[in-house]
């Protein structure tokens, strides 16, 4: 079975850890870009990751916040709803990316799931020519706000269809959008993917959805 490599990541004024699982000639990478309250070692995120693995697809598993910075937003939960801030985190990751010799040749497409489906959509345009796809798993897209009509990369919103909150929010965000999208309601599933074969239905989604966009040409604003 492979095994994830950790990896410490340095950004301007702060440390992240992050774990990469790298196949054998692996011609994409997925960048999870977790929620509410989660970290890299969500067990959703990290079985949809194994998943696309074993698909041939490199994958990175990531903490946008530091271990103080986890202990703060259990008690608060206001990190985890600071958006700007969890955008620059993964523009940053982003940049790492794009100077780290093993992976800088691979497209990239982003993962997001709950308030890290916004900042994956921000750092999108933020990286146009960086981000090829963005797959969103219960995800609150809605919170890019006016910036949605101006992501390019193609994205796929997956929700569960006991989801309703964000099942309205994800209908709202795709009347937005001007890019290739589409919007996939898992029958019978609720917010976490908990429900018995939901969470795979996600995972085979989003592979399905990475491989048919990772490389395709990039679309470009009118």
């Known amino acids: 079975m492979l095994q994830p490599q950790h990896q410490g990541i340095e950004l301007p004024g702060v440390q992240l850890v992050g774990d990469l699982l790298l196949p054998a000639r692996a011609k994409d990478l997925v960048v999870f870009v977790h929620?509410?309250?989660?970290?890299?070692?969500?067990?959703?995120?990290?079985?949809v990751a194994r998943y696309l693995s074993e698909?041939?697809?490199?994958?990175?598993?990531?903490d946008l916040l530091t271990?103080?910075?986890?202990?703060?937003?259990?008690?608060?939960?206001?990190?985890?709803?600071?958006?700007?801030?969890?955008?620059?985190?993964?523009?940053?990751?982003?940049?790492?990316?794009?100077?780290?010799?093993?992976?800088n040749h691979l497209p990239v497409g982003l993962f997001g799931a709950s308030t890290g489906a916004?900042?994956?959509?921000?750092?999108?345009?933020?990286?146009?020519?960086?981000?090829?796809?963005?797959?969103?798993?219960?995800?609150?897209t809605d919170l890019a706000g006016d910036a949605l009509c101006q992501l390019r990369a193609?994205?796929?919103?997956?929700?569960?269809?006991?989801?309703?909150?964000?099942?309205?929010?994800?209908?709202?965000?795709?009347?937005?959008?001007?890019?290739?999208?589409?919007?996939?309601?898992?029958?019978?599933?609720?917010?976490?993917?908990?429900?018995?074969?939901?969470?795979?239905e996600v995972a085979r989604l989003a592979g399905n959805w990475f491989e048919a966009h990772l490389h395709e040409p990039m679309q470009r604003g009118a």
């Open 154 to 200: 193609p994205i796929l919103q997956i929700v569960g269809a006991r989801d309703l909150s964000v099942l309205g929010r994800n209908r709202k965000a795709s009347r937005v959008l001007a890019c290739a999208q589409r919007l996939e309601v898992i029958p019978g599933a609720t917010h976490l993917f908990e429900e018995p074969g939901t969470l795979q």
């Open 35 to 47: 929620g509410s309250g989660s970290s890299r070692s969500s067990p959703r995120n990290q079985h």
């Open 67 to 103: 271990e103080r910075e986890q202990s703060i937003d259990r008690i608060t939960c206001e990190l985890r709803f600071d958006i700007p801030m969890l955008t620059h985190r993964l523009v940053g990751v982003l940049d790492w990316l794009a100077v780290k010799r093993e992976l």
């Open 118 to 140: 916004a900042a994956a959509i921000l750092a999108a345009i933020q990286r146009p020519t960086q981000v090829h796809a963005i797959v969103s798993r219960g995800g609150r």
């Open 55 to 62: 698909r041939g697809l490199a994958t990175l598993l990531f």
